[in-house]
């Protein structure tokens, strides 16, 4: 086979991704002299109380280096920009749409996707949370081929990662992407030249990740077990955190820990200066880290100080 790519610089990439996870990889790619001609990332957002319009991550990182950036508002229906753009290969990163199959087909030499699970497990928009949530021990990153389906083309390589007992989804967030950026500049010169064989996916074995809505946001702890009720919690935190309800205030929680004492129903709580605890389906919880409606984020013990709250008493 003839190499049609020396080296990285050769490779002119268009990168597609919004968060840090994504801008994690573009830098990776950057730095690793990879020729990126343009990045494609979602519409800047007003981001809290003040709504002040805020660039995504990646596209911090695209002006950093001088690289053009597009915010198409719907991909989908807007991508003729993309034709005037002269790349050989799309990498994609946690984009946030759902990328038509003509955009793909414009990239000559492959359009490969860093997709936050160890596929054909947890095929959709929140990989990581889900696989905390479900108290998995275990993720990846999977390098994949780009399809109109969502994440179902096939595999050319997996990263392996540790979810430890201390990983929230900012800390496995972070962890991933320094893995998928170390695959992408490891297999990308290759795959461009065609020396990389994917694998299919087994559909049988296909699940899926459902994306986090604000329903979701809520602690079903009548539904969880106290084991099951801590996973949730690192599974939201930092963002957007879980929470429930005190005096219909929304109290987040952002660490929690299952304790063997004292015996609750679910929602039922009971503090003292020090601690509240929470009934779940089968077991408690004790909040370590929490933040109520208008005030800081706080340790237990802060929060217990001004909260004014004394024995036994209901969440929602």
């Known amino acids: 086979m003839t190499t049609t790519f020396k080296n990285k610089q050769d490779v002119n990439v268009l990168f597609m991704g919004t968060p840090i996870f994504a801008a ?14 343009g990045v494609i990332t979602q519409e800047d957002k007003a981001v809290g109380r003040k709504k002040i319009l805020t660039p995504s991550p990646a596209k911090v990182v695209a002006l950093e280096h001088n ?5 198409p508002h719907r991909i989908r229906l807007d991508f003729e920009f993309a034709k005037t753009i002269n790349f050989d290969v799309i990498v994609t990163a946690a984009y946030g749409q759902l990328i038509p199959e003509e955009l793909i087909a414009l990239a000559r030499y492959g359009a490969y996707n860093l997709h936050g699970s160890l596929l054909p497990s947890y095929r959709g928009a929140a990989p990581i949370q889900r ?22 083309g096939k595999m050319y390589e997996k990263s392996y990662v540790e979810i430890t007992k201390d990983d ?7 962890k ?20 990389i064989i994917g694998e299919e996916q087994d559909e049988s074995q296909v699940s899926i990740a459902k994306k986090i809505k604000p329903e979701h946001e809520h602690l079903p702890l009548e539904l969880l077990t106290a084991s099951q009720a801590c996973c949730y919690v690192r599974g939201l ?3 957007p955190g879980t929470y429930v309800l005190l005096e219909d205030k929304k109290l987040k929680i952002y660490r929690a820990e299952e304790v063997n004492s004292p015996s609750l129903q679910p929602f039922e709580a009971v503090c003292d200066k020090k601690h509240l605890y929470c009934g779940t389906a089968s077991g408690t919880i004790s909040l370590l880290d ?9 340790n237990i013990s802060s929060f217990l100080c001004g909260a004014r709250l004394e024995g036994h008493f209901l969440l929602k």
């Open 24 to 37: 994690k990889v573009l830098e990776a790619l950057i730095a690793a002299s990879f020729n990126v001609v």
């Open 67 to 71: 690289i053009p950036v597009f915010q």
């Open 131 to 152: 696989a905390i949530m479900a108290g998995n021990k275990e993720t990846g990153i999977t390098l994949m081929e780009m399809v109109a389906a969502m994440d179902a």
């Open 168 to 174: 929230d989804f900012t800390s496995l967030n972070l």
């Open 176 to 195: 991933l992407a320094e893995a998928a950026g170390n695959l992408i500049v490891k297999d990308l010169l290759p795959l461009a030249n065609g020396e």
């Open 237 to 239: 935190s930092e963002e």
């Open 290 to 298: 929490v933040q109520l409606d208008g005030k800081k984020r706080m």
